[in-house]
Every structure is written in structure tokens, then in C-alpha cells.
């Protein structure tokens, strides 16, 4: 009685289930843990499976010879997201395959790597360089937080949140009444030289490869 996971184009790596055959839920985690990968790479033939798992994407569109930040990726999901494994699914995608999810975010070929998240509602763009700064502490897990609280919806609609930093003695807007500081414009002033924001994020793209509703899956009830 024995049961491994032999990783795939792989034949001497085989690595052993250590535990019980008898207790369940230890054979089934470490048959998820083995056998499917932290991030995935998604395409045409996977995307209405994936979307099926109801999770948003945290998903890496990159040129298909670029395989230094897809590892880059992987290593970075590995060592810093670990705990957002059953909230979000970390994906990679060919940018160039995936040419229209691009296009409602603005990019193009020539911008890949880009970072997204997809919530099925609407896709966020990562507001930091994903080549210098994909690596960097806390940046990746702050933008999963920030889609958990709503913070990225609520932005996108309404600005920046207003910070509760005091000003500084002696500056402009230190002896300002609350109503009368302009730290903070609403988006509906128009102001010369200021370009225009968004009202809305994108909507989601993947979320149109989802499975029909009408469609039979034991992943719901059906009456």
C-alpha cells in the first residue's frame, strides 16, 4: 500500500505519502499540495475550469520567451502569499494569447509583464513597476488586501483614500476649517492640465469564459 507523486516528464523523483492511508483529510491536502501547482498557467482550454473555482485571478500576462518573471513570479507566491492560497489563484498568462484582457486595461504587447487582478467584477491594475518592484515586501500582499477590504473598487471610484495625517504647524492648510482644505479634490472638479480618471475600473474579461449557469456541475445545487 503505497502512494507517491511523480511530477510530470519525471520517472526516479517519485515523492512518497509519508501519512495514514486511513485519515482522509491528510491524503487529500497532500494531494492538493502535490498535484496542483501554487500558480498555473491559464489558456483557452483551462479558463472556464479555472473561472469555475469562483477565486479571483492574481494573474501575470507576459511575452511567451520571457521565462525569468514567470519564475520570478512563482518564487515570489512561494515565499510571500502562501496564506492567500484559498482566497485567490495565481495565474500566468501568454499576453500575447490573451491580447484582449490587455486591451481593457490600456496595455499592449509592449508593456508585458503586466499585473492584474480580476475579480469577476472588474480588473486591477498593479500600481507599481512588476519589473523592479515585483519582489519587493508587502507590495503584493498589500494589493490583495486592498481587493478583500474593497479599497480597490472604492478608489477607483472615489479617489484615494483621505489620510488622517495631521498638517504640519506653519503650512497652508493648518489653520484651514476642515471644509475649506483642498488636499482632497472630488473627481467631478475639472481642473485645467489634470488628466482625466477613470469612473470605473474594467470589467472583468474572464469572467465571460465562465461556464454557462444553465449547465449541470456538482460545484452548485442544481434544485
Known amino acids: 500500500d503505497r502512494v507517491v507523486y511523480r511530477a510530470p516528464q519525471t520517472s526516479h523523483q517519485d515523492v512518497a505519502y509519508i501519512g495514514s492511508l486511513t485519515d482522509f483529510d491528510g491524503l487529500l491536502r497532500w494531494a492538493q499540495q502535490s498535484c496542483v501547482p501554487l500558480v498555473r498557467e491559464i489558456t483557452f482550454d483551462n479558463a472556464e475550469e479555472l473561472t469555475e473555482e469562483g477565486l479571483p485571478f492574481l494573474i501575470l500576462f507576459h511575452h511567451p520567451d520571457d521565462k525569468d518573471i514567470t519564475q520570478r513570479f512563482a518564487t515570489v507566491v512561494q515565499q510571500q502569499l502562501m496564506s492567500e492560497k484559498s482566497s485567490v489563484n495565481f495565474l500566468t498568462a501568454d499576453g500575447l494569447k490573451f491580447k484582449h484582457p490587455l486591451h481593457h486595461l490600456g496595455k499592449s504587447e509592449n508593456d508585458l509583464p503586466v499585473l492584474a487582478i480580476d475579480s469577476f467584477r472588474h480588473m486591477y491594475l498593479f500600481p ?5 518592484d ?7 500582499s498589500q494589493f490583495i488586501a486592498d481587493l478583500h477590504s474593497g479599497k480597490l473598487h472604492r478608489e477607483f471610484h472615489h479617489g484615494p483614500d483621505p489620510t488622517t495625517t495631521p498638517p504640519a504647524p506653519g503650512s497652508d492648510n493648518a489653520d484651514q476649517k476642515p471644509e475649506e482644505k483642498t488636499d482632497h479634490i472630488p473627481h467631478d472638479v475639472n481642473q485645467d492640465n489634470a488628466p482625466k480618471q477613470p469612473t470605473s475600473p474594467p470589467e472583468s474579461t474572464f469572467r465571460k469564459l465562465a461556464p454557462s449557469r444553465n449547465r449541470y456541475t456538482i460545484l452548485r445545487d442544481e434544485l
Open 134 to 140: 515585483l519582489e519587493t515586501p508587502g507590495l503584493l
Open 128 to 132: 507599481h513597476n512588476v519589473k523592479t
